[in-house]
């Protein structure tokens, strides 16, 4: 089993079937038998993985697709996913298995109306609860209003034609700062389609590319509310937006080429300037006084960086009325970073030394205290797993204390107490072709620092998207309340924004938060980033990029 399908499996194996329901009858309606896309293969291995789903039928609609495309907008596709969207293959785990017990059902065409029909009787012996459609022609009215609980499909199967696909394409042209996904379902005629849920996320430099990563986040949304439907039997929409726009024109095609080749050729540049070791993204430190509840960017001090020590991710910490700042360290042209320690002095850091180097690349120094004793939990997803440093003397000496999640690609991990309980949110990237940690948030009850014990929560991922996934620093507990910082990732920038999110709701069934403030890389001239924060002791600091 790839780690990604063992991934999945340990986020629900523990939650199967809670209230002794019956699994959900599921068929899937695609375009063709074989030859399926990496997203629907990787859609099928996930349905087939959960007990608390059951596929009963692949439908294949042999006409799929109802929508043409003029000719300069299939050429421009063709050429955009031939050079940016060409995907390694998935190799599916469940349904390799199962496939031949799975059984294919061809729609046809009625003579009266030409709607995409099923055999008679079919309907009643396959019992279905509802239909996955990942094409853009689905069932008929009268077939969608016997189902149970309808036909769902995200938006991105209804943006393509049979030669192009257009989800993305005026997003990218625009210069938008995301790109949505849905989830809706098609309930009958005499009920208008109604969404399930949405996410947003940082568009790429090509639409192909786009849509091809839409697609993959598509399984994560579409699982996440089955899992949901499964577990209560009840399913929450809202009004759905307008209706998907049409195939591209030829003026929106002219600014797309435009558009694109002015990030394509920002993009080269770049990346020639990068493996030369002639640039780097530069990021800098502010600090001042305050709280995650009231701090002020626009008054902060700039901490300035240096050729060799440019500093990111940094995390305070109060030890005898001294402040420390642990830090993301590296110099321009370094292929990978390590953790460093200085001492907060007034408009500068005091550099002491470096607190933890590795094999890979270090990031994110989550420094934090229990009982007594100092950890220091680094982001290393190269390493492929979870790490807790102890510490022997402070600052410069550490022991590692514990390990967890191997196997898997993690980042930006936090521990936090909350009501007599410890959690751990981190977000994963459970990928096929885009290793990804920017968009789903995954969280975990757990036993403190040692990690012995590691419980998933029941609605993992619990935020999807990537404009407020990712984690920017800890967690606070200020007056009742909690408060997360995350990451606003949009324009296509890596670490555009910053959120401060309030965690309204934790248990081990809900999880629920609400953005209470967005801050901008506008509060100091000459930004065009800023992606993490934190505070202690009346005192914050937070890291912002440089357009340089």
């Known amino acids: 089993m790839n780690v990604s399908n063992r991934l999945y499996v340990q986020s629900f194996v523990e939650w199967t079937n809670p209230n002794g329901k019956s699994p959900l009858r599921i068929a899937v309606l695609v375009g063709r038998e074989k030859g399926l896309a990496p997203w629907e293969l990787q859609l099928l291995d996930r349905l087939l993985a959960d007990p608390r789903f059951e596929l009963v039928a692949l439908l294949v609609n042999p006409r799929p697709f109802s929508t043409k495309a003029t000719a300069l907008f299939k050429f421009v596709a063709h050429i955009d996913r031939r050079l940016f969207a060409r995907l390694p293959p998935y190799t599916p785990t469940y349904f390799a298995h199962t496939r031949e017990r799975i059984e294919i059902i061809r729609l046809t065409r009625r003579a009266s109306d030409r709607k995409p029909d099923l055999p008679p009787g079919i309907l009643e012996r396959l019992r279905l609860d509802l239909v996955l459609r990942t094409i853009p022609e689905g069932l008929a009215d009268d077939i969608v209003a016997e189902l149970p609980f309808g036909e769902w499909a995200p938006n991105v199967a209804d943006l393509q034609s049979g030669e192009a696909e257009w989800c993305g394409f005026s997003e990218v042209a625009s210069n938008a700062p995301t790109i949505s996904l849905s989830i ?7 009920r208008p389609p109604q969404e399930i849920d949405s996410a947003s996320f940082n568009p790429k430099f090509s639409a192909a590319r786009s849509a091809a990563f839409l697609k993959e986040k598509s399984v994560f949304l579409i699982m996440r509310e089955l899992r949901r439907l499964a577990d209560t039997r009840q399913l929450a929409t809202k009004p759905i937006p307008p209706e998907p726009a049409a195939s591209p024109g030829k003026a929106e095609v002219g600014r797309y080429i435009a558009g694109f080749a002015r990030a394509a050729a920002t993009r080269l540049r770049w990346e020639f300037m990068r493996k030369a070791g002639w640039q780097a993204a530069v990021w800098t430190l502010y600090a001042g006084e305050g709280t ?91 390493q492929k797993r979870i790490e807790i440093w102890r510490c022997v003397k402070f600052p410069l000496e550490w022991e590692l204390h514990a390990t967890a999640m191997e196997g898997c690609s993690a980042a930006d991990s936090t521990l936090f107490r909350h009501r007599n309980k410890w959690w751990l949110l981190t977000n994963l990237s459970d990928h096929h072709a885009f290793e990804d940690h920017c968009s789903e948030l995954y969280a975990f009850e757990v036993d403190g620092p040692s990690l012995s014990r590691i419980e998933p929560h029941r609605r993992n991922p619990v935020v999807i998207g990537s404009t407020v996934a990712r984690n920017a620093g800890r967690v606070f507990s200020r007056h009742g309340r909690l408060f997360r910082p995350s990451q606003n990732n949009a324009y296509g920038i890596y670490g555009y924004g910053l959120n401060i999110m309030e965690i309204e709701e934790l248990t081990r069934d809900t999880y629920r938060e609400r953005c209470i403030r967005t801050i901008l890389p506008d509060f100091k001239p000459g930004l065009i980033g800023c992606h993490h924060f934190d505070a202690s002791g009346g005192r914050y600091i937070l890291d912002a990029r440089l357009n340089r």
């Open 292 to 382: 995650v509840e009231d701090f002020e960017p626009g008054t902060s001090t700039e901490l300035p960086p240096a050729r060799n020590s440019i500093k990111a991710d940094p995390f305070l910490f109060n030890r005898n009325g001294r402040f420390y700042v642990f830090y993301e360290n590296y110099a321009v042209g370094d292929s990978k970073a390590h953790i460093a320690v200085g001492r907060l002095k007034q408009g500068t850091i005091e550099p002491l030394g470096i607190a933890l180097r590795g094999d890979g690349h270090l990031s994110f120094p989550f420094v934090f205290q229990s009982k007594g004793e100092i950890f220091l939990m680094p982001e290393t997803h190269q």
């Open 184 to 190: 809706y379902a098609r309930r009958g005629s005499k």
